[in-house]
């Protein structure tokens, strides 16, 4: 069974102070994993979509990396802004794009 | 302009009772999908239709029912509900059954069953 959990469960940080949330997965045949982000009251909103091992994705303070086994979502200089919850996500090979498996999140709280 | 909306917001029932969940996107998207999101946070599948066909239905209580009048309307009925169908639903849309990975989710739709 496919199954992603990401780490830690709440980060928080000083504003400026860079870190990075791990998403560790396991997954037969990854066709895809991605990035949300999930304001309090609100649907997920699409970051990135990483498909193969050695790949990055880059977006404002923000940079998605992917292994084999794991990704990492690094924030640079964080601002208050950033909070919210970031979620991975994965897709196997073989079944119905848009089935993504979600892991539980990381809460992430940037204090000014 | 709300891009995938959905409807009510909030839902407070009894056990037993039937409910409905309405959703309709405007970006031309043709997949819509509802996933629920349990109180650990996980985000779970439960159905998707592409073009109004069911093309992913998970293991999923009979109570649960989508129907899809059309490419842009996916709405969710829940027969005699339970304690533990508390959860946010949430409908999502997707161009081309969503290669990409990128859903457009609404702002769910938190029911609690008392």
């Known amino acids: 069974e496919d199954q992603v959990t990401q780490s830690p469960e709440a980060l928080r940080l000083q504003e400026g102070e860079s870190s990075s949330l791990n998403c560790s997965y396991t997954v037969s045949g990854l066709r895809g994993l991605f990035w949300y982000r999930q304001d309090p009251g609100k649907g997920p909103e699409f970051l990135f979509t990483?498909?193969?091992a050695g790949e990055e994705k880059e977006k404002e303070r923000l940079k998605a990396t992917l292994t084999k086994k794991e990704s990492f979502l690094h924030i640079t200089a964080p601002k208050p802004e950033d909070s919210a919850t970031y979620l991975c996500?994965?897709?196997?090979?073989?079944?119905?794009?848009?089935?993504?498996?979600f892991g539980q999140g990381t809460i992430l709280t940037v204090h000014p | 302009d709300t891009a995938v909306s959905q409807t009510p917001k909030y839902l407070v029932t009894q056990m037993g009772n039937d409910k409905s969940i309405k959703c309709e996107q405007n970006l031309g998207h043709d997949t819509m999908y509802w996933y629920k999101q349990d109180s650990k946070k996980f985000l779970k599948i439960m159905f998707s239709y592409n073009n109004k066909e069911l093309i992913i239905n998970e293991t999923v209580p009979n109570r649960f029912s989508p129907k899809s009048p059309d490419k842009a309307h996916l709405n969710l009925h829940i027969n005699s509900l339970e304690l533990g169908d508390s959860a946010v639903y949430f409908c999502?849309?997707?161009?081309?059954?969503?290669?990409?990975?990128?859903?457009?989710f609404g702002e769910g739709s938190r029911l609690t069953v008392l």
């Open positions: 996500a994965v897709q196997a090979g073989g079944t119905s794009y848009g089935k993504l498996t």
């Open positions: 999502a849309s997707s161009q081309d059954r969503a290669y990409t990975g990128e859903l457009f």
């Open positions: 990483l498909y193969s």
